[in-house]
Each structure stands twice: as structure tokens, then as C-alpha cells.
């Protein structure tokens, strides 16, 4: 399968699993549960899902249907990311995925609940008992703390508190480096790290993955970068140049364009370097370094 | 030792627990950090995690100091949910325990992520490895999957969507009881159901807990309903009269104030007679009940 049918495949997949998982409810609680589902429902790459699939897939685990809760507890926790992020007292923006962000259609009050209820909700897809054959409960408990550990205090929520410091306000590149690996970084490793657990990886396979996931987890927030500078809003489905409005360090405004690309790439190669313990059967997540730098929105 | 030495005791053990807990950090995210901490030590009676120690000794277990961080968790994510609750889009309090609350000492930004932070650090203290030999892993899952269910869309975040929606409109006393079930009574009950995982409880004696905990629950809603009516706000250390303020629907708007007395007494009896089953040993749970309706703030 060549990587955009795999990719259409494994989003569809993941979707079908969100719908099925989301939490239902009678009547009272309608609104609420819209509001998760408004942002989960809004598209995405479903990059992080896939990632997990992938690894798992690298190290000749056929990713069992069964576990794709946890594969979906990742997107639970991006889109969480993404709403709170948006807010008005954070980055205040209207547009997201080409569409009115949660607050806009929720409120504020909404959207901040909408993101709480995703992420709690992520543990519980997370710890949910009935897949436990599949996975020892060690695994499960490794996956929920490797989980917590990426996205918490010293992890994204940490990278997104330094970020909204670093508004209007001169940082450094190595303090744009510690952002960049914190709030985009951790849980594109994580990710990884979390398919390795499921395909039983041994320790080096263990390093190798996580090596792979921090230099696509800097791929992709080098990309992202260029796409606030070079993009249109329709490309990109949220308002362009938000950076440049927030006065945000970005890679562009380090070392221009040119250099900015050239260092995505140097990314993608030390992604695809960490990989060759991997042999052929990571040939998936060698595309997936090459699509991450190449993606325009 | 009398219920006083008990709470004194308990509350200081979890304090020192929490202080040692929380995750550390070089300079950069200080304040992120300071935002969490800030909340975390601005006082409280930590009922949420001493329910769950008593209901582990309940059933004959005394409880492991190596298994604080598990009521720890209970506490931080109470913490979260007051810092949430208190955010000007949600109740916009600014008094909480007498102090400021969070987003008036670190901003709106600073509140969300400290509150964000808090819960996902409760999941990574209930996934912490190195007390795997106390707790079987799938006993450590339970408690993730019973909090998680809890304190989700189903359950305390559901129920604050359902209060900012009840606001300022007319709602009936099911409706009213629903939202006290959710918001407040579902992580007192997990707090009681996460002791009884500990103590190993068979089905008759989770039976009794729980039904205990719903009690509890309910009771501590209809007293929290009547100091906010009652109180000063020197009592509360945050503002009174804020649900007239808000217009929310409390037990003493449906009932009067002595009625509502009369059901906080009952819903105490109710949790007393719950407890039956595990004869004297719960006898700090049933002080604890009484407690919990006697308490003035």
C-alpha cells in the first residue's frame, strides 16, 4: 500500500473508532458531548493515532483493532491541546482546521470544559479493562505514565505555559528549542514511545523509536514554523501569520527561510538515521519522516 | 485518636506528600510550576484524599505511606477542578480559602494550564511504577479507569457544564440533584471507591462504600448549599451568597433553610446505615459522615 492510501486507511480507522468510543449520554448532557465531538470531528491528519499504529507496526506487530482506544486517547489529548490553546486568554484564535474553534461555537466556558472532559477522557480510554488480554496490565500502566509524563507540567502543558511567557518578550534559540520539544515534541514521542510499548519493543528498539519521534517531533514544528510565514489562511485552515502577529521566536525568524528548510530536512535524516536498527520493517515511518516534512497545511 | 488528632494528623501526612510530589524544575517553568503549587498549599481540609485512606482502614489495610501518592492524586485533582470552577469565563470567583484565586495571582492563561497540569499530574502519580508490589497492576488500573470515569464528561466536568447551563434559568430539583451527583458527589464517591480498591474490598463491602460515599456526597452538597446562604464570607474564605449572585438553584431555594437541615441529617444517616456491613472497623467513616454535615467552611 503506498503511504497516502495507508494513510487514508489508517485515518478512517481511527475515526470510526473515536465516533464509536465518544461517550454517550441521555438528553441533559447533549451540548457538552457536541462540544467534544465539534473538535474531535474537525479533521486533523490524525498524525498521532497513526504514529502509534505505525511504530507498533515497525516491529512486526500487526496493530490489533482492538486497541485502538488507545491510539484514540492520543487524539483526545491533541485536540484538548488544540482547544485549550485556542482560547481567548491563550493564543485567541477564531480558526481552526478551516473552522469556527470550539470557543467560538461553545463559549468559553464551554470549550475550556469541552478540553478537560477530552483529556480525562483519554485516561479513561486508557485504562479501560476489557482489552487487557492484549496487553499485559504493566504495558497499560507504562503507557498511561509514559502518557501523563509527555503531556503534564514538564511536558506540553509546561511548553504551552513557556510559550504564552515568550510572547513579546526576546527569547533565545535554545529557549525556542525547549518550547518547540515541550508543547509539539512530547506527544509526537509519545506517541512512538507508545506503539513501541504495544509492539513489545526491547530497549534499543526502545531508544531507536524515541530517537525517531524527537527529530519528526522537530520536523514537524520546523514545518509548522514555515507554514505560519509561507501559508495562506485557506491553506492552512487557521489565521496565517499568527505567529508573526503574537510576536513569536519562530525557526524562520532565526535563520530565514532557506535555512529553515534545510534544517527540516537535517531532521528528517536523523529521524530516518534512528531507524536503521529497525531494518525494512520501518520503512512506514521512514515515509512518515519524509510526509511530515513535506506537508502544506 | 479522637476524629480532631485523626484529621490534623491525615491532612499533614498528605500535605507532605503532596510538597514532596510535586514535580520540580530549573528556572524557566518556576512560575508554571508556582501556579500549581500556589493552589495546592492555599489550605483545604483534603477530605477527598483522607475519605480514601479511611475507607482503605476500613477494611483492616493501614495505609502505606508509599501509596500517598495515590490520595495525593484525589487532591490535586479537586485542586484543578476549583481552579476551573473559579476562572472568570466559569464562576469568576476571586476569593478561594481566603486567598486569591489562581487566575488572579497568574493570570487566566496561568489558571487553565495550572489546572490542566494538575489533572494530568493526578494520572501520572496513579501510574507511578515503583509501588507496583503494594497495588497488583490491575487493582492501579481500577483506580485510574474509576477516578477518570468519575471526574469526567459523565461525571464532575459534565456536571460544571450542566451548572454554567442552569444558570440563570429555572431548573427542576431532579435537575439540581443530577448536577450535585456529578459535580461534587462522583469524586467523593471515587475517592471512597479508590480507598476500597486498596483494601482489597469484595463486592458486599465496594457495595457498602460506594453507597456510602453517594451519601456523604449529597450530604456535603445540601451543607455547602446552606454555608453559602449562612455564612460570611470571613467563614467561607470565598465570597457568599455567590449562587444567589449566579441565580443557581440550591437545596435552601427548594426547601427552605430547616428542611434543608433535616435532608443533610437524613442523606448522614443514610451513609451511616450504608456502613453496616463492615461493623466497628468503619467507625472513623461513620465520624467522618458527621463531620462532613457539621462542618461550618
Known sequence: ??????????????EQSLHTLLPQADGEL?????????????GGKRLRPILCLAAAEALG???????????CA????????LIHDDLPAMDNDELRRGKPTNHMVYGEAGAILAGDGLLTFAFELLSQPDTGDLLPDRARLEIIHCLAQAIGSLGMVGGQALDMAAEEKSISFAELQTIHRRKTGALITASV???????????????????????????FQ??????????????????????AKHQKATYPAFF?????????????????????VLGPSADRLRELAHYISSRSH
Chains 1, 2 share one sequence.
Open 1 to 14: 500500500m503506498d503511504l497516502k492510501a495507508y494513510l487514508a486507511s489508517k485515518r478512517q480507522q481511527v
Open 30 to 42: 447533549q451540548l457538552h458531548l457536541d462540544s467534544l465531538a465539534y473538535s474531535l470531528k474537525a
Open 61 to 71: 506487530t500487526s496493530f490489533p483493532q482492538r486497541l485502538m482506544p488507545v491510539a
Open 74 to 81: 492520543l487524539e483526545c489529548v491533541h485536540t484538548y491541546s
Open 193 to 219: 514511545q507508545i506503539g513501541a510499548i504495544i509492539g513489545q519493543a526491547n530497549q534499543s528498539q526502545m531508544a531507536a523509536l524515541t530517537a525517531y519521534g524527537n527529530a519528526i517531533g522537530l520536523a
Open 222 to 243: 520546523i514545518v509548522d514554523d514555515l507554514l505560519d510565514v509561507e501559508g495562506t489562511s485557506a491553506q492552512l485552515g487557521k489565521t496565517s501569520g499568527a505567529d
Open 256 to 276: 530565514g527561510v532557506e535555512q529553515t528548510r534545510a534544517k527540516a530536512q537535517e531532521a528528517v535524516q536523523e529521524a530516518i538515521d534512528a531507524l536503521t
